[in-house]
Structure formats: C-alpha cells, structure tokens
C-alpha cells in the first residue's frame, strides 16, 4: 500500500494554487440530494452551509457565481447510457421537484446557470465557453456529489486548462469513503482540494 507521505515524494498532491481571476462553480445542489424519501438522499446536509458560505464570500469579493444543474426529458431520451445505467436520474425529469434548487442555495437572476445531462457540468454545456469568455482561469467548485459530478467535473476542469480548487468542505457524497477517496484521487492529479477557510481568505485577500 502506497502511503500518502511516498504520493507526494512521487510527484503527486502538488499545488497548483489561485490562478489571476476565478469563478465559483455549485455543482447540482438540489433538493434530490437532500430530501429523506429520494433516492439520492445523502443524508447529510453540512455541504449545504458551506456552499452558502461560498456563495456569499464570493459575492462579497465580486467574484462571478455559475451553477450547474441536472434534468432531463421525462423518461430520459436525452440521457442516453447515463441515464438509462442509473435509474436514480429519474428524479432530475423535467417537472420532478427533486430537481429544484435549494431554498438556501439558489442562483441571483444575474448569475450563469448551466443545465446538463451528463456527470460533468463542462459535458455538451456551454461552460467551458462562458469561463474563457470571461478571463476565468480558476475554478472553485463545491457541490454533489463527489465521487460524481463535482469528480467528472473538476477533471474536465483541469482538462479545460482552468485551475480546478475543489473546497472539501463544500462537497459530498452518499459514503464518508467514497467521498474521502474522491478527493483524495483529485488532490493527488487533477486538483487542489482545499479547506473552506484556504478558499475565504483568499477571497478575502483579493
């Protein structure tokens, strides 16, 4: 077994650290994934505040807020493999209140919204697009869930050529183990995975 200490004397877990002008991304954060009675339930909702504390100290900070989120035409035509692999994506169906945003979490009328049908938020949207348009070259992402979409999506990321900050605080997943070796596997190639209070105080710091 190969030890966290030996990944970093390989060359893994490197920082990439805070480009010159970054955006935060909420990936999916929906009532699907908190409510008891849905299939995709979490049953934990400590990502939710600190999303919202992500949301507000970028605001402070003028830093630009884009959203993903998830639906489908009724039935999923438009889901394709995904859809039809993961039965649970039947509560993103167009009219299925499971797909509604958050009371706590939901977009200023200003802010870009993303709507997607895959894991990655970047998959067959106009994301990757809008970033670049905008001088973004860091992503700070938090959101659902983990080993998912906030995973597909901070890979494509760094695909992209966009910084990928993933705020460990502000994602989750139905398993603490899924979720931990998730942002494990992220920090070690793809992201940095940061605490939430690494993320405020470099806004607060620009």
């Known amino acids: 077994m190969v030890s966290a200490q030996s990944d970093t004397a390989s060359g893994f877990h490197q920082r990439l650290g805070f480009g010159q002008k970054s955006a935060v991304l909420i990936v999916d954060m929906c009532q699907a994934y908190f409510t008891p009675e849905s299939p995709l339930d979490l049953d934990d909702r400590s990502s939710i505040d600190a999303c919202v504390t992500l949301v507000a100290a970028a605001r402070v900070a003028d830093v630009p807020v884009v959203w993903s989120r998830v639906e489908f035409e009724p039935g999923g035509a438009d889901g394709g493999v995904f859809y039809r692999k993961v039965g649970a994506l039947s509560s993103f169906d167009r009219g299925n209140p499971l797909g509604n945003w958050l009371d ?89 995975v940061e605490s939430l209070d690494i993320v405020l105080a470099h806004f607060s710091a620009t």
């Open 104 to 192: 706590e979490l939901t977009p200023a009328d200003d802010d870009a919204v993303f709507t997607k049908q895959y894991a990655s938020s970047f998959f067959g949207t106009n994301l990757n697009a809008h970033l670049k348009a905008n001088d973004i070259d860091t992503l700070v992402i938090g959101g659902v869930s983990t080993s998912g979409c906030v995973r597909a999506t901070a890979l494509d990321a760094c695909q992209y050529g966009f910084v990928p900050i993933v705020v460990r605080d502000a994602c989750g997943d139905r398993r603490p183990d899924t979720h931990s070796a998730s942002l494990d596997d992220l920090d070690k190639k793809y992201a940095d």
